[in-house]
């Protein structure tokens, strides 16, 4: 049986997952940050170009 967990609806007991702490992070912000400035942009691009345009 895993330690790291109390139970349901409880906080983790053990070390944190080592994703969850870097996804806390501050770079790791500044990266969401940038890539969402990138792609919204580039989304909206593509849905707006004519379909002989789009090669998905």
Same mark, same amino acid.
């Given at each position: 049986?895993s330690t790291e967990h109390g139970?349901?609806?409880?906080?983790?007991? %053990?070390?944190?997952?080592?994703?969850? &702490? #870097?996804?806390?992070?501050?770079?790791?912000?500044?990266? *969401?940050?940038?890539? %969402?400035?990138?792609?919204?942009?580039? &989304? #909206?691009?593509?849905?707006?170009?004519?379909?002989?345009? *789009?090669?998905?």
């Amino acid at each position: 049986m895993s330690t790291e967990h109390g139970g349901p609806g409880s906080p983790p007991v %053990g070390p944190m997952d080592p994703w969850v &702490t #870097a996804q806390q992070s501050p770079e790791f912000a500044q990266l *969401r940050k940038k890539l %969402g400035a990138f792609i919204f942009p580039m &989304t #909206a691009f593509w849905c707006s170009a004519p379909p002989a345009c *789009r090669t998905s």
